[in-house]
């Protein structure tokens, strides 16, 4: 029965350790940023959310206008959160570059663009059983810029499921992003 286990426990181990990333090279390369410093910014200005609860996909107007109330003014909030947890998630992980919060002192610019965002369904919250996009999810790009703007390697993120359950929306977008934000991280640490 022992060996029946930690056989289960390796096979697990080994299937996630080789768990394909979802992060691609669109164009150019990552090794750009080897040595270099890194100005981070937030686009999300043509996003799509998708809301769980209807499988609707709309703007974050109209997702923000559903939702009413406090989504209206907490939603530039939450980009900032959103914002912090990236720097914060690639300032830990950079082995091979450098983040800066100043963007005259940066060699470049990585703009993180959402092209669909989900918060998650409000059912998931204690149902282990629902499919993973009913916890959220981040698609969207990475784009690696000079500061003249010229892009120098794009990085599609095809998706990126949360791996669990906060107790905020806030919170929830900040996993999401911090999530998609480790897999960024291990690209470009790896240049390739």
């Given at each position: ?86 720097n914060e998630t690639l300032s830990n992980k950079a082995k091979s570059f450098n ?53 120098v390697c794009e990085l599609a993120c095809e998706k990126v499921n949360a791996d669990g359950i906060t107790y905020t ?24």
């Open positions: 029965m022992k060996k029946y286990i930690l056989s289960l426990i390796v096979l697990t181990i080994s299937v996630v350790s080789f768990a394909k990333s979802p992060i691609r090279v669109v164009s150019g390369s990552p090794s750009v940023v080897k040595g270099k410093t890194v100005f981070v910014e937030f686009d999300n200005k043509d996003a799509v959310i998708v809301d769980e609860d209807t499988k609707k996909s709309m703007t974050i107007e109209e997702f923000c206008q559903m939702k009413g109330g406090e989504w209206v003014q907490d939603m530039g909030k939450d980009d900032v959160e959103a914002l912090e947890e990236i983040v800066t919060y100043n963007k005259s002192t940066a060699d470049y610019i990585l703009v993180v663009r959402t092209d669909t965002f989900s918060y998650g369904n409000p059912l998931a919250f204690g149902a282990a059983f629902l499919p993973k996009d009913a916890l959220g999810f981040f698609i969207g790009k990475f784009i690696i810029k000079t500061p003249s703007g010229e892009t929306w806030t919170k929830q977008k900040r996993r999401i992003y911090m999530l998609a934000t480790k897999e960024l991280a291990s690209v470009l640490n790896k240049g390739k």
